[in-house]
């Protein structure tokens, strides 16, 4: 396939997977944690210390913050789409180094498999489309790391290798720090020593790649201790070094199990890097039994880093006490690949007159059922559920279909495995136009974060100066609009703020409604609830008497 053709096949494939209703869901999970301080940079014009409830925020790099930030002044305005943005603009930008890279190490098809694999895996979907940290994190240290293996299969100095990976890697570093070097480890150091290369973990180029991996925030840091320093003392805050050393020993911690969702972690995990994870686990026996005596040195050392490497460092992460499975998705990349490159040694070894396998029968005739299942259902689903959604979910699901199956019926006649990868871009193409015509109308007749928000706009008219007192980090607090100004304590409130926010819990005492009402905020207006059911009073500012 000619290099323009590819790279325009795999944006479509990306916009078509990742663009359908980025901007129509409201925000969920941590994304108020990683917006409301990018929209605080925006006030304040403070890209280096993030703040947060009105206090410094330093538990994470503030990497998501700024492509954030960045995003809201590029597209003219906070949204949703805008916040969400850089997230899959980062997968994007893996997918294209995937598509370099799966042409090293597997040939011209690894070129658009690859990149496919990257594209259609379960975890790239769901974070690809949140404003979250994941997405930005596994897709910098993906980059990094399938720039360091390209090179290292197809030789050449490792100056360019290592210098890759370091750059990719401190800038993942910038995003959740330094925490994805075990898994790239594992793989690396698996392929060296199969290749008989261990000696490369000596040369100076490594250790220049390492320190930029670990260093490159460094800067950040030094920055925002300078800054913290000017701030008057507070006793109750935790330094940065002081912080991040406690979320390291709380994973370590035994007492942090979980008992009820440990066991299912590593479950959590496989499900996160499927369905490729799948795949390279079905085709690991057979290749290490069949073709392994016709492997070359270097394809077996590859295939071992890739298999072990994740599957041991996954495994021990999968195994901290305090273990999330999305603390895995680095090894999004390396997965893919491997099951790219089992599947096209699989094909150069297999029988060119033998019969299509049966197993590739049953996987097109399922993805082709869940086609037609989604297909269906856009059309009777808004009937049931959203009637108001109806013709528009209709005419969107039906107008599709025949573009949809025009493209079943074509990538019908392409050879197995080639059609798995083309199969499974069109169901996750389709999954998300479907979720964007016919589930989110549905989902917006159920929100519970907007509401709050527009109950208070209904009071204070749009756009209100409003101060959020004590907040906590709460997502609908980015629907109230920019003018929101979060503060840590009464000292912080301005004279000319005419709205206060607060958890209705703090009103139950007396001496902080007699500062208030000192302060002028002595009249509620209307108290509502959070998406967990945490009330909070809206207070307006009653005029002094003249």
Known sequence: MPRVLLILTLVLTW??????????????????????????????GDYVLP????????????????????SFKALGGESEFAARLPSALSVLLLALTAACAGRILAGPAGAWWLPLAILTTIGAVEKGRLAEIEAVFFSLSGIGMLGWLAGWYRGGSPWARWLWSGVWFGLASLAKGPV?????????????????????????????????????????????????????????????TQMWLNQVVKRLD???????????????????????????????????????PDLSQKDRALILGLGWGTLASGLVYALLPESRARFQLPLLAPVAALAVV????????????????????????????????????????????????????????LGGSVILWLLAIRFARIAWPGRLFAESALLCAWAMIFKASVMMPIMRLHEDIRPPALAILAQTGHAPHLLAMYPGPQ???????????????????????????????????????????????SEPILTVPDDDGTPYTLLRRTPPPH
């Not at 703040?51 to 960045?70: D, F, M, Q, T, V």
């Not at 979980?258 to 290749?287: C, H, M, N, Q």
């Not at 304590?489 to 007699?514: F, H, N, Y």
């Open 15 to 44: 916009a078509a997977i990742y663009l359908p209703g980025l901007g129509g869901m409201e925000l969920k999970g941590e994304e108020g944690r990683r917006i409301l301080p990018a929209r605080v940079m925006m006030q304040t």
């Open 51 to 70: 703040y947060s409830e009105g206090k410094p925020y330093h538990r994470k790099p503030p990497l998501i913050n700024w492509s954030i930030a960045a």
């Open 180 to 240: 994805f070097l075990p898994f790239f480890y594992a793989i690396a150091g698996i392929a060296l020593w199969k290749n008989g290369q261990r000696r490369e973990l000596w040369h100076p180029a490594h250790f220049v790649g390492l320190a930029l991996s670990i260093f490159m925030p460094l800067p950040w840091v030094m920055a925002t201790r300078e800054r913290l320093a000017l701030l008057p003392a507070d006793p109750s805050a935790t330094g940065q």
């Open 254 to 292: 035994p007492s942090a199990i979980d008992w009820k969702t440990y066991p299912l972690g590593p479950f959590e995990t496989l499900l996160l890097l499927s369905p490729w994870a799948i795949v390279a686990l079905v085709l690991w026996r057979p290749a290490r039994r069949t073709w392994w």
């Open 342 to 397: 089992l599947l096209t040694h699989w094909k150069q070894r297999r029988d060119p007159s033998a019969a299509e396998p049966a197993t590739a029968r049953w996987v097109s005739g399922i993805i082709r059922f869940l086609l037609l299942f989604l297909t269906v259902a856009g059309v009777v689903l808004p009937y049931w559920k959203a009637p108001g959604s109806m013709i528009p979910a209709m005419a969107v699901m």
């Open 475 to 521: 997502p609908f607090l980015f629907y109230l609009g920019k003018n929101v100004v979060e503060i840590a304590s009464i000292r912080q409130v301005t004279p000319d703020a005419p709205w206060l926010l607060i958890p209705a819990k703090r009103l139950e005492d007396p001496k902080m409604v007699g500062r208030l009402a000192s302060a002028g905020f």
